[in-house]
């Protein structure tokens, strides 16, 4: 079945690393991606990866793809209270229909 | 304008009203979607839109009625809706529909059914 999986909640102080896990369930799923949603605003696109990579960097993301466990993670690093906001956890099965299934979100707190 | 643009921004409407949500994309995108946010639920897919033919109808209910005219414009029509179907609309388009375009989002229709 399509199905992913996240935690609802993370707190971190200013200038930590957060780290936002995931887990899905479709193992041909050929994209991975992670989106962010401020407040008041739609998803935006953070990064995506391919999955035949284990990691991608992006200044201070990392995006790191266990294909044998499915499952991906966010860290940020440096966080700040402007990453504050609810960050989505998507795949794309390779199953036809290009169908994009997201998790239910992970809101990240960030405390100054 | 540019990007996805959605109105209204919040609507409140009763279980025997009948209205329309609307979405427009200025990207000169192909592909078009709508999506149902619901708290502490994951998102999910509506319709999608390809050259104004819907290509994905994710086993929604008929009180929801969707119309794509062009491929810059799509509606959400709808009609009789229950209490349950309140949430946070979402509207996306992509260059084309794959699963290597990123989607750009809408603000989205706050909806609440009295």
């Known amino acids: 079945g399509e199905d992913v999986e996240q935690s609802l909640f993370l707190s971190v102080r200013e200038g930590d690393s957060s780290v936002i896990n995931c887990t899905y369930t479709?193992?041909?799923?050929?994209?991975l991606y992670w989106y962010k949603q401020e407040p008041g605003a739609g998803l935006q696109l953070l990064t995506y990866i391919f999955s035949n990579m284990d990691m991608k960097q992006d200044q201070r993301l990392t995006v790191l793809l266990n294909k044998k466990d499915k499952h991906l993670s966010l860290r940020i690093a440096d966080t700040q209270t402007g990453d504050s906001a609810i960050y989505f956890c998507a795949e794309t099965p390779n199953t036809g229909g290009f169908k994009t299934i997201f998790g239910a979100g992970t809101r990240l707190f960030v405390k100054a | 304008e540019t990007g996805v643009t959605q109105t209204p921004r919040h609507l409140v409407m009763g279980m025997t009203n009948k209205k329309s949500l609307k979405c427009e994309q200025h990207l000169g995108h192909n592909a078009m979607y709508w999506y149902k946010q619901s708290a502490k639920k994951p998102l999910e897919l509506m319709f999608v839109y390809s050259l104004e033919e819907r290509v994905e109808n994710n086993s929604v209910p008929s009180r929801f009625s969707p119309e794509c005219p062009n491929s810059s414009h799509l509606f959400l029509h709808l009609h009789t809706l229950q209490p349950e179907d309140s949430a946070l609309y979402l509207c996306?388009?992509?260059?084309?529909?794959?699963?290597?375009?990123?989607?750009?989002f809408g603000p989205g229709t706050r909806l609440t059914v009295t």
């Open positions: 479709d193992s041909s799923s050929t994209y």
């Open positions: 996306a388009s992509s260059q084309e529909w794959g699963a290597s375009y990123e989607q750009y």
